[in-house]
């Protein structure tokens, strides 16, 4: 049996058409997480579309033919939390280690983006992903101390469809050039170990995504960063969550209290903003 973990995440930090040929996005992981059990025999996996897609392609590309996986997801689909990523890249790890093949994480995540666009969870530290075409752009280091008051709301959004809209996906590329700036300020404030640059980009990208794709919870997100001081605002480029940026968790939860005092259409969480990295543990 081999069991395969990935990190989920509360939308990305920066997320645009950032390459001269397209999109490029750098996931905002959290510690919330996912697991994968992967084992011989079995019978038929009962699975989402996506995490069975993964299971076919993994068992063809590692010779393990009898497979079978258990997805152990304590997340919300459809949100921009990572979800898919943590199901598919969990199956395609796990029957990879049961098959006897270590997985890179560039591998990992080209065979996840060929199952569908996925998130750069699987990188240690963070990275810059076309997550469309399967490439990592650039390694990057983990973020400085941050923690979020993350807001998950009811409603959900299929990214799958998000992506179909040529209209959004225009406004996408017709906004380059603001993209790429944040994404410069972003690695600035990494490679400083700067979080309020970190942020500052971050809220950057979070504004040309307003104006693409409006939330209604922006002018709460406005008002709870301004009078709780927050350093800044993150949303799911084609997800609905969104969070509130913060040095230290005892203002990320005085910040989850004032919101989930005026909003009640939805989960607010702490939580804590780290790099990805995927965990494989083979058993038996």
């Not at 059990?37 to 897609?53: D, E, N, Q, T, V």
């Not at 005892?250 to 804590?272: K, T, Y």
Request: glycine share 12%; charged share 25%; proline share 4%.
């Amino acid at each position: 049996m081999a069991v395969a973990s990935l990190r989920g995440t509360v939308g990305e930090w920066i997320q645009g058409w950032i390459l001269p040929d397209g999109e490029a996005l750098v996931s905002l992981t959290v510690e919330w997480r996912g697991s994968v059990r992967a084992f011989r025999g079995g019978g038929r996996s009962r699975l989402a579309p996506k995490a069975h897609r993964a299971l076919m392609l993994a068992r063809e590309a590692f010779g393990v033919d009898d497979a079978s996986v258990e997805v152990e997801n304590p997340l919300r689909p459809a949100l921009g939390l990572g979800t898919s990523t943590m199901d598919v890249g969990g199956v395609i790890a796990s029957c990879g280690a049961l098959g006897g093949r270590e997985v890179s994480e560039e591998e990992l995540f080209r065979m996840c983006c060929s199952v569908e666009p996925s998130d750069g969870t699987m990188f240690r530290g963070l990275a810059l992903v076309d997550h469309i075409n399967g490439r990592l752009i650039e390694r990057l280091p983990e973020p400085p101390e941050m923690w979020l008051a993350a807001l998950l709301p009811y409603r959900t959004l299929d990214t799958e469809a998000y992506r179909r809209d040529r209209g959004l996906l225009k406004a996408v590329r017709d906004r380059a050039q603001r993209h790429a700036k944040a994404y410069q300020v972003f690695k600035r404030g990494l490679l400083e170990g700067n979080s309020r640059k970190v942020a500052a980009a971050a809220t950057m990208s979070s504004i040309i995504q307003q104006a693409i794709m409006p939330r209604e919870e922006w002018p709460l997100l406005l008002s709870a960063c301004r009078e709780r001081k927050g350093i800044g605002i993150a949303v799911a480029h084609s997800g609905t969550a969104s969070g509130v940026i913060f040095k230290d968790p005892v203002s990320a939860e005085a910040c989850r209290e004032f919101i989930a005092s005026r909003w009640d259409l939805g989960e607010v969480r702490v939580v804590r903003a780290c790099g990805g990295g995927g965990d494989v543990d083979v058993r038996g």
